[in-house]
């Protein structure tokens, strides 16, 4: 076995954003030729660690060392000179142009540049590597994955050997995580370091080498993955035991709640995302839905919630006290609520739409309820009590409740959302990615919500990414592809790669 080789060296690093202590005294090595999974709950420092690596941060006080030497890394040009190069969630790439143009965009060459001769060169890095990438397509027409891909080469192409991953697998199929970890594997191979922030630890434990463990800002230690498992990285995380067990129950006299018949919708370019979707969600029962991203499920959710116009379908209600039938089809958010329909939508884009970044977090409750008041002055007691008890139940990390929702990490955004939705008691709730950037265990406690609410007789509709998750916790899968349905299977024995499949691949079966 060869001896390791240090190629990126963190000593006593420390960052403060204010009173809050993002890292504190952080040592943590990145070896050549190693796949280091890098773990934490929200909140824990992960990502404003490898925002100092990548130059987006600066440490208040510790040492960065990069193949030995001290380094000063103040910009991402900085780390980009040292080989260092982060992949983020948000690809930042330009839609109209081809991929060979985002690879060499901005990049400088005396004898001006050549694409044709780019393009050969770009060309050598996808064949070392395995990437399978057409550099004459343009973004705006490719999948999630070649996006991905195109970030990855881009760094590549610019010198990269240290690569820091945010996330990499969000929105992968599960064929196309394992092409990505093939070609993670071969780059690690060749010497490269590469760093992988997830929450997934199935896949920590399949792809790295190497875990290393943050709780609340410090480096609590580092781990052989061979040497680990699930509930023993849980319990480095969190600092106890946990169980890692979705408890799903059996449905207990599930009736028909929403009926939704033949559904087309077109965006505001006239591109029909939705096309002749049909399904029936159950009160009792939890309904997921599996797709690669914009596979039309944020169009779907938001047309029963009344934020999308219908062309053609319809959406009918089943009042669970008078039996009354309410068709729900292009009514306001505000005439469905009307109806006596309660529709709790935990959104996507959460502060574009579920909370005002802003507002503090009591603010944020009241705007479920602001309607219902009398007085010219709104009270804030009961926004503040539930406030206090999302805090304390999601353990959402804040000075207090007072403080606006844009200071929180995207984790604690999340729970704040989701704890409002689920806190307003719905007939019908809409999750659309509730436990996105979520730490394991603030993920299972907010599968145990859906779970409670599944049994308080509450028709659940889950828009989750994770296979894993929707197979323990839904009680069955509708799959989309491109806008249509592509089957419906049964949670308890269906399987990923059958999901998988129907999720790029439109065969509009049907399987009970």
Known sequence: MKPAVPAIELRGITKTFGKVVANKNVDLTVNRGEILSVLGENGSGKTTLMNMI????YPDSGEILVDGK???????????????????????????????????????????????????????TCEKYGFEIDLNKKIYEMSVSEKQTVEIVKVLYRGADILILDEPTAVLTPQETQTLFSVLRTMRDYGNAIVIITHKLHEVLELSDRVAVLRKGEHVGSVVTAQADESSLTQMMVGKKISLDIERSEPKNPTDRLVVENLNCVNREGVKVIEDISFTARAGEILGIAGVSGSGQRELLEAIAGLQKLTDGKITYINPKTGTHDNLRNKTPLQIRNLGVRLSFVPEDRLGMGLVGNMDIIDNMMLR????????????????????????????????????????????????????????????????????????????????????????????????????VLIELCDKILILCGGKISGIVDGRTATKEEIGLAMTKYSGGERE
């Open 70 to 124: 001290e380094v000063s890394i103040r910009s991402p040009k900085d780390a980009f000179d040292l080989k260092i190069g982060m992949i983020h969630q948000h690809f930042k790439l330009v839609d109209i142009f081809t991929a060979t143009e985002n690879i060499i965009l901005g990049l400088k060459d005396e004898k001006g540049f050549d694409v044709k001769r780019a393009s050969a060169e770009i060309k050598e």
């Open 54 to 57: 990548s130059g987006i941060y």
């Open 369 to 468: 309820s602001y309607q219902k008041g009398h007085s010219l002055f709104l009270q804030r007691k009961a926004p503040r009590d539930l406030a206090e008890r999302i805090i304390s139940e999601l353990d959402v990390v804040t000075p207090d409740a007072n403080t606006p929702v844009r200071r929180l990490s995207g984790g604690n955004v999340q729970k704040v959302l989701v704890g409002r939705e689920i806190s307003s008691a719905p007939t019908v709730l809409m999750v659309a990615y509730p436990v996105r950037g979520l730490d394991i265990n603030s993920s299972y406690t907010i599968y145990n919500l859906l779970n409670r609410q599944k049994d308080s007789g509450t028709a659940v509709i889950f828009v989750g990414e994770d296979l894993d």
